[in-house]
């Protein structure tokens, strides 16, 4: 009780204000609110901000005081919003931007149809959705939207992890746009999140992190979310995430990612295999000021997140002390994202 007092204290001195200001700001101002500890770089063009700091990190003010985060979430989404669509409202023969989404199991998939309502909700953007479903028989085949293109990959064998990496190479090669969106299947986007990726496309990037901020909806809030279709900000987020990088969605040039050797697929398992990416992505011309956000919708936590030993962590930086270079050189060499199962390394 004295420590949260005390930490309540500290937000009402040194953070109420600064919130306060940007939060009743123009021209993106909330976008500049960061923990008092770390800094950002403003976009060249003055939209969206890099966080200087290496990996993910919580806004600490809303965790303590929650009304902040409701306040930042409603900013977000009034300059941005996310609507649901049964289907894209204009059919497109030739996509310009192809969202790719892995899934495995029923657990997930409401998690799943509510996040394909954000994605044809998108406005000024020729649109398709490609669902890698990664599981021993198909399960949500018969539960998807017409619209969406499924693919299933069986699993090479029964108790194999789930492999985010070979899912994302499978839908690529199976995808007409020339930007892929590499995204989550529990991660809501707002309705101009295609049109913005094809704007810094347009520009010159071949790869672009967009989000600024991720917000995390208590298990309670997605429920009401999923099943009412409403109160998306009706009550304040769990968690206020920043720089998640690779993670959860990407932009980037279809030939690009192939030009890179797509994700390494020796990633089984949960984590790691985004960090890897976005180290071979830097060898692109990159866009990573976020001024977006993302809704992120609960669900139980994947087999082996919070492993201390797990084997993606130690692959990770088996292969970060490679330069991106030489990976890229054996990772197109690599016959990846056949439906038949991972192209994992003989060594690593």
């Known amino acids: 009780m004295l420590f949260h007092t005390r930490n309540l204290l500290g937000i009402l001195i040194k953070d109420w204000l600064r919130y306060h200001r940007a939060l009743n700001g123009r021209n993106g101002n909330y976008l500049q609110l960061c923990n ?24 600490h003010a809303p965790k303590v005081l929650s009304s902040l985060g409701l306040r930042l979430m409603v900013k977000a989404l009034t300059e941005h919003p996310i609507d649901r669509a049964a289907a ?3 059919p497109a023969p030739k996509p310009d931007v192809s969202f790719v989404i892995g899934h495995r199991g029923l ?33 949500v085949k018969d539960k998807l939207p017409g619209w969406i293109r499924y693919i299933h990959t069986p699993l090479p ?21 020339e930007t892929l969106v590499l995204h989550d299947n529990d991660m ?49 987020p769990q968690v206020v995430v920043q720089n998640l990088e690779a993670g959860g969605s990407l932009a980037i040039a279809r030939e690009a990612y192939f030009r890179i050797g ?45 492993e201390s030993e797990r084997e993606t962590t130690k692959l990770l930086e088996t292969r970060s002390a490679i330069p991106p270079q030489e990976r890229i050189a054996e990772l197109t060499s690599r016959a990846f994202g056949s439906i038949h199962g991972p192209a994992v390394a003989t060594s690593n």
């Open 36 to 59: 008092r500890n770390e800094q950002l770089e403003a976009a060249p063009d003055g939209i969206g901000y890099l966080c200087n700091w290496k990996w993910t990190s919580d806004l």
């Open 88 to 90: 894209p409202s204009i």
């Open 107 to 139: 657990a997930r998939l409401p998690n799943l149809l509510v996040t394909l309502e954000s994605i044809a909700a998108q406005v000024a953007a020729n649109i398709e959705c490609i669902v890698v479903e990664q599981s021993a028989t198909p399960e």
């Open 157 to 177: 064998h029964g108790d194999m992890l789930y492999c985010r990496a070979w899912a994302f190479n499978v839908g690529a090669h199976a995808a007409q746009g």
């Open 188 to 236: 809501m986007v707002p309705a101009d999140y295609a049109k913005e990726v094809l704007t810094r496309r347009k520009d010159g990037y071949e790869a672009m992190n967009l989000k600024r901020f991720i917000f995390y909806l208590s298990e309670r809030h997605s429920a009401a979310v999923i099943a009412e279709g409403k109160h998306l900000a009706g009550r304040p």
């Open 262 to 306: 797509g994700f390494d697929e020796s990633f089984i398992g949960w984590g790691g295999e985004d960090n890897e990416f976005w180290e071979r992505v830097q060898t692109l011309r990159v866009w990573p000021y976020g001024y977006l956000p993302i809704v992120h919708l609960w669900h139980a936590n994947q087999t082996g997140k919070f």
